[in-house]
């Protein structure tokens, strides 16, 4: 089985096309979020809350500033819903806010781009556990048990943070690779080069990991 397959079956179980359903539901939102609609903010923050604290913890690895962006993003989506159109998931233009937000509070600490989140590390921006409580499970929950996902999320955070990003995007978040070009706003050419690379990369961690943990038996 090749490393993106691998990965399919650990992260989801397949991606679904955005049908008719899912355009009407985007629409819904815009004009929600344009009428700056409570309810449905509230219903916004309960439906994403986990899967975006798990992005911010992937790109800034510090729980800490994780759940200040978190609260920042929110804030963000309610000042700038109108913004929002409907054109595209909802969940792509959470993700752009977040990411943009990321790379801001990065440049007010000297640092240039996402590429750069990683040099100069701290103490504070050490690995962490990415496990985010959530009530229902989701397909990657359903497929891996804990030691699978403990293994996948250790191998993730040897990446640097842009093929990490797309890695996850893709097989966690189940973004297509054009919505993928949005949110990190490359080209749809970059974002399958990382794609690949990112795949290239963690394949040899993933398989040293099997190999350490069969010589532990």
């Known amino acids: 089985m090749s490393t993106a397959a691998s990965l399919r079956s650990f992260f989801v179980q397949g991606t679904s096309a955005v049908d008719e359903q899912v355009r009407q539901e985007s629409l819904a939102v815009a004009q929600g979020l344009k009428r700056q609609d409570v309810g449905l903010l509230d219903t916004l923050i309960v439906r994403y809350q986990h899967r975006l604290l798990r992005y911010l913890l992937y ?25 929002f159109n409907g054109q ?9 806010i977040a990411r943009n937000l990321v790379i801001d509070l990065k440049r007010k600490r000297t640092m240039a781009s996402l590429d750069e989140l990683f040099e100069g590390k701290s103490e504070d921006d050490r690995p962490m556990s990415f496990e985010v409580a959530d009530g229902e499970p989701t ?18 955070l040897e990446l640097d943070t842009l093929h990490r990003e797309v890695l996850v995007l893709r097989f966690h978040e189940e973004l297509s690779l054009e919505e993928i070009a949005k949110v990190t706003r490359a080209p749809l050419s970059t974002v399958k080069s990382r794609l690949y ?14 190999m350490r943990l069969l010589e532990a038996v």
């Open 59 to 83: 790109l800034t690895s510090n729980r800490e500033m994780a759940e200040d962006l978190f609260q920042e993003v929110w804030m963000r989506v309610m000042v700038r819903g109108a913004q």
């Open 88 to 96: 595209a998931r909802f969940e792509t233009w959470l993700f752009t």
């Open 139 to 156: 397909p990657f929950d359903r497929l891996a048990n804990l030691e699978d996902r403990e293994r996948i999320a250790r191998a993730l």
């Open 197 to 210: 690379r990112g795949l290239a990369a963690i394949k040899p961690k993933l398989e040293r990991r099997q």
